[in-house]
């Protein structure tokens, strides 16, 4: 069993989005296993995009993440990491397709209503980022 990082962003929260996508990984069969609204700080932001640090949109990116509440998940499921990355769609929304949250919702890379993990240790490093231990719960699914 896999778990993964989630992250409805700003702009998915404010367009009243966050129902709509956290139903997408509920109907699938993904159980969502922790979940919070925070408002992300610039040092917490940094760190989690660490790694496009260089990248000519990292200033932007800060911005854009901290510029309101976001909805903070751990989805777990049998390959969870590349199942949720499928229905997230490519980053480019004019790139992903339909069917996907951001191929069905989103129209911008800057604006892209959803970020989650790409590989498994992405996925532990950015939960340990925003989730205490005893902040993600385990509990029975029925299916
Ligand atoms: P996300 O999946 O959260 O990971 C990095 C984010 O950087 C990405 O989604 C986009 O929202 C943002 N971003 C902004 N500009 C670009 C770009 N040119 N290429 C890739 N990501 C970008």
Redesign the pocket.
Known sequence: MERTFV?I?PDGVQRGLAGEIISRFERKGLKIVAMKMLWIGRELAEQH?AE?KE???FN??ID??TSGPVVAMVVEGRSAVSVVRTM?GK??PAEAAPGTVRGDLAMD????V???S?SLQSAEREISLFFKPDEIFDYAKVD
């Open positions: 992250m962003k995009y496009h990248k000519p949109f932007a990116l854009y993440i997230i980053t480019n890379t800057g604006r892209n959803v970020h989650a790409d």
